[in-house]
């Protein structure tokens, strides 16, 4: 069965203090790996897509890395403005509509 | 550009009750996909709406049913309504109904009294 395992499921950081979020996957045939910030009550705000291992995308202090079994959402020197829970998704080749998420990792930066 | 928009933002209904739940998709895009986020969970696939067709369904009962207009509007209708179906309802629109990525709307909120 298709799975998305998010670690730590929390995680509190000093402003400045980088760290990094672990999304594992067990997806038959992955065909796109997401990467999605959520605040308190609101929807998924989109960050990444990655399609294939050694893939890396950046956005401000975040940085999207892919392996054949993770994906890595690096968070370089983190404001307070960065704190939301952190989604990752994925598309199997069988479940072709369908994301697959993982329950979160819910990110607080402390000034 | 507009985005995902859902009405409406909150609902509150008593078990046994009907309700509609509404959203239009991003400009351009096509296909509709809604999903279940129960409190401190990730978001649960319940099914994919393309062409006005239901395309794909995740493991929800018939109580959970759909619809999409030719607008690519779509609907999201469940009936006898369980305590367990407090949730918050997303709606994700794409181009296409494969691997492109999923646009959020920002949700209504279902408490079920």
């Known amino acids: 069965e298709d799975q998305v395992t998010q670690s730590p499921e929390a995680l509190r950081l000093q402003e400045g203090e980088s760290s990094s979020l672990n999304c594992s996957y067990t997806?038959?045939?992955?065909?796109?790996l997401f990467w999605y910030r959520q605040d308190p009550g609101k929807g998924p705000e989109f960050l990444f897509t990655l399609y294939s291992a050694g893939e890396e995308k950046e956005k401000e202090r975040l940085k999207a890395t892919l392996t054949k079994k993770e994906s890595f959402l690096h968070i370089t020197a983190p404001k307070p403005e960065d704190s939301a829970t952190y989604l990752c998704a994925a598309h199997g080749s069988s479940n072709t509509g369908k994301l697959i998420f993982g329950q979160g990792t819910t990110l607080q930066v402390k000034p | 550009d507009a985005g995902v928009t859902q009405s409406p933002t909150h609902l509150i209904k008593t078990r046994g009750q009907q309700v509609t739940l509404r959203c239009s998709p991003k400009?351009?895009?096509?296909?509709v996909s809604w999903y279940q986020q129960a409190l401190g969970q990730g978001p649960q696939f319940i099914f994919q709406y393309y062409e006005e067709e239901e395309r794909q369904r995740g493991n929800f009962p018939d109580r959970f049913s759909g619809h999409q207009f030719p607008n690519y509007s779509s609907e999201l209708n469940v009936n006898a309504l369980l305590l367990g179906d407090s949730a918050l309802y997303l709606c994700?629109?794409?181009?296409?109904?494969?691997?492109?990525?999923?646009?959020f709307g920002p949700g209504t909120r279902l408490t079920v009294l």
């Open positions: 997806v038959s045939g992955l065909r796109g």
């Open positions: 400009s351009g895009h096509d296909t």
């Open positions: 994700a629109s794409s181009l296409g109904p494969t691997t492109d990525t999923q646009y």
